[in-house]
């Protein structure tokens, strides 16, 4: 780290990690709890300052963005995917910049590069990781941000692409680990006895979690009385959750996943090629499955015991054709450097 006085403003850079929704996915929205960690994934961003009225926003995904720093730009027609893709992540650095240029903004500009080893559309929580680098990348061009910070904008910028966000996502990855969260609510790291590790099964189908959650706002609105039940339900199985955790009980947290899979279903936010796959999991060894994130598609989380992995991979990889990826819990959330 360089002495203070040659700290280079001019350039910044930042990574955050994907997650997984072990437990309480949909129910969150609600005010119900759920349990969130995150991974060995990440996505990388840098940021740079120009002397240039212009935001370029740049991703490996091979999306290329332009937009303008004097005035904010609306999605329109004349935006092009790129642009409307990249919207979010640019109103929120617009906010930054508009926010510490001391009336400078007419010649200030960034250029931003995004590199992200975390899957798109399937639920590992891609969009989330994008603002919470992206905003910390931008925001150490100006301040030493803190993580708060970070998250309160990265939050505003998820939700312009889902508005009902619970915030599990952006603050998951923002201050990483394994997290009890309550929407609006007091959140606290579970003290797991080692790092957890799982398979991810993708679907292959990509899904919009917009889609789905305004799917399950519409089952709320009409079976009111039963959304209560199964929320009731979502929340004791995270409660017992956090005990098997802390006490490292495998078969249970597993038993667990399954049972939180089976009220995903009553929600509708299952399909078959999701319960197949959840299906296959638990015939072939695994302590429990369930979809994880909004569901329509995405993945499938798998917990299976150590010794059966190598040989579980290959089965569903030749069965199903499906993508696995096997993932680890890490505490590692947001960093800057
Ligand atoms: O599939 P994802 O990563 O977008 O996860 C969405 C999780 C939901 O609970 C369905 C929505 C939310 O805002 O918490």
């Not at 437990?23 to 990440?42: K, M, Q, T």
């Not at 999605?75 to 400078?104: D, K």
């Not at 599990?168 to 959140?187: E, P, W």
């Not at 409660?239 to 955790?245: D, F, K, R, S």
Request: proline residues 4%; contains cysteine; positive net charge.
């Amino acid at each position: 780290m360089p002495p203070f006085f040659l700290y280079d403003f001019s350039l910044s850079r930042a990574s955050a990690p994907a997650k997984i929704m072990l437990f309480g996915e949909h129910f969150v929205v609600y005010g119900s709890p759920a349990i969130l960690g995150s991974i060995d994934r990440r996505i990388r961003v840098s940021a740079r300052r120009i002397e240039s009225p212009i935001i370029n926003i740049r991703s490996d995904s091979g999306f290329f963005a332009s937009f303008a720093t004097e005035r904010l730009e609306k999605p329109g027609p004349n935006f092009s995917e790129a642009q409307n893709v990249m919207y979010p992540l640019y109103s929120a650095i617009y906010e930054v910049i508009r926010g510490h240029s001391n009336g400078n903004e007419g010649n200030l500009g960034v250029e931003i590069n995004i590199n992200s080893d975390i899957p798109w559309g399937i639920g590992l929580g891609s969009s989330a990781a994008s603002c919470v680098a992206t905003i910390a990348a931008v925001g150490s061009l100006f301040l030493e941000p803190d993580r708060q910070w970070i998250f309160t904008r990265a939050l505003r910028a998820e939700r312009i692409i889902h508005k009902c966000s619970s915030g599990a996502d952006c603050y998951v990855s923002t201050f990483g680990g394994l997290i009890y969260y309550v929407r609006n609510g007091k959140n606290r790291k579970i003290r797991s006895r080692r790092d957890l590790s799982l398979i991810v099964v993708n679907t292959g189908i990509k899904h919009s979690t917009k889609v789905l959650v305004s799917l399950v706002k519409n089952f709320r609105d009409e079976n009111t009385a039963l959304f209560d039940r199964l929320a009731t339900s979502a929340t004791s199985i995270c409660e017992q959750a956090v005990t098997a955790l802390t006490e490292d009980n495998q078969v249970k947290l597993g038993q667990l996943m399954s049972k939180n899979h089976t009220l995903l279903e009553s929600l509708g936010v299952s399909n078959e090629d999701i319960d197949n796959i959840v299906g296959f999991c638990l015939d072939n060894g695994a302590y429990g499955a369930k979809l994880t994130g909004a569901g329509g598609g995405g993945s499938v989380i798998a917990l299976i015991p150590d010794q059966c992995k190598t040989e579980f991979v290959s089965k569903i990889s030749k069965k199903n054709s499906c993508e696995c990826i096997p993932i680890r819990i890490k505490s590692c959330g947001l960093l800057r450097y």
